[in-house]
């Protein structure tokens, strides 16, 4: 366990820590935002079709989900403030590669090395308020992190739409310096950090399958699209990406027999709200990757909206989750995470269905996407706070940066995934029939998710 002398600056600093966990997630989350309405203009100047636009957003994440896990264990060994800091640098070094970027080939790579600057700031940024707060007020501010973290999500598609549409796309990543610029200051002003004491070697070989296991499975799903099923990349990736992640899980039991450091510490799913809160985040956090990536792709391609208009027509969902996720993770400290986590995903997928009353005609927004991205939004915020209280709540202060990570990689890899699956649910191309199969596909995620919470989810108390 951590001692409690590194514990006690956060819990000084706590203000100073939840601004700077909010602002480190900011910057995560606005280049997510930001990207999905870029991404007809961005195939428009570099061309490659789906394709492209597919890695544009997969490449980032394929990196930060797989590199996450790294970085929950550099964060508990090397002080997740430290870790925060370097996680901005590559961050910022990365998205102005991604501006000047000439072909579609540098801007995934580019890409891929934010991912790598987003894999280290995310877990750090949630293991600071695990450890400056306790009890209650933990799932407050988690609520609070949710809440104003997802500005970015606000601010990213309306702005970015507007840049887009005003001086082009290649500025949407120029924004990033901005919270970055402020963030960096603020972290120097945190007094103190957490460590765990001691510091066994970084599990190297673990981080390589699971890069190469992501990787492989991603690629190979993504360039299926454009070279068939039976090509030899296609058929190589995917038998060395699944092979990879196979060897995975006996290398990590080999190193905790040999009392070395895990890259996932296999004993944090001893712990029943952790194994059951990832398998619940597996298929939610799907669904709502797949949502976002094809709502916003066919608002554009097949509605003819503006980078701006698409992106104000997918505001709801963030607006919903600004608003409740505080009070939800309120109430649902008080009460226990269970039902919140399992009405939440039954919430959103009754509005992926109503989408399927989308057609052809633009004015359809107003009684199918409207509505059906309102009720996706007031299910999300009645269960991520919740959800994430659950999964960090179960796991011990000295590994809850480990917990993070495999929390924030489980939710990063759904998405990806299921980006990398959109060629397949939608025939090839954007359209109304596409549309309908991925609100199919996401509905039963997200009913999935809510069987899985409610049968499996307890209401055990918080730590204290």
Known sequence: MTAPAATAPLRDDRRVVLVVAILASFVVGLDSSVVNVALPAIRRELGGGLVVQQWTVDAYLVTLGSLILVAGSLSDLFGRVRIIRWGLVVFGVASVVCAIAPTGEVLVVARAFQGVGGALVTPSALALIVAAFRGAAQAKAIGSW????????????????????????????????VPIAVTIPLVRRISGDVVTGDRPR??????????VGVGG?????IEQERLGWGAPVVVAALVLGAASLVAFVPWELRVTRTAGSPLVPLELFRARNFTVGNL?????????????????????????FPAWV????????????????????????RYGPRWFIAAGPAVAAVGALLMLLAGDDPAG?????????????????????????????????????????????????AGLVTVALAGVVLGGGVSVDGLHRAMVVMALLLAAGAVVSAVGIRNAPLRS
Do not use: C, H, K
Not at 151 to 172: E, F, H, K, Q, T
């Open 202 to 211: 970084v599990d190297v070989i673990g981080a390589v399958l699971a890069v």
């Open 146 to 177: 949710t809440a104003w973290s997802s500005a970015a999500s606000i601010l990213g598609p309306v702005v970015g739409g507007l840049i887009v549409d005003g001086i082009g796309w290649r500025w949407i990543f120029v924004v990033t310096a």
């Open 217 to 221: 499975v991603v690629l190979g799903l």
């Open 365 to 413: 927004y107003w009684w199918s996407v409207l509505p059906g991205l309102v009720l996706i939004g007031a299910g999300i915020a009645t269960m991520v706070t919740p959800l994430t209280s659950a999964v960090l709540g179960s796991v011990p202060q000295a590994e809850a940066g480990a917990g993070s990570a495999v929390n924030n990689a489980v939710a990063r890899i």
């Open 280 to 304: 619940a985040t597996l298929s939610i956090y799907g669904a709502l990757g797949m949502v976002f990536f094809v709502v916003t792709l066919f608002l554009q391609e097949v509605w003819d």
């Open 310 to 333: 698409a992106g104000l027509a997918t505001l709801p969902p963030t607006l919903m989750l600004l608003a409740l996720s505080t009070t939800v993770g309120s109430i649902s400290g």
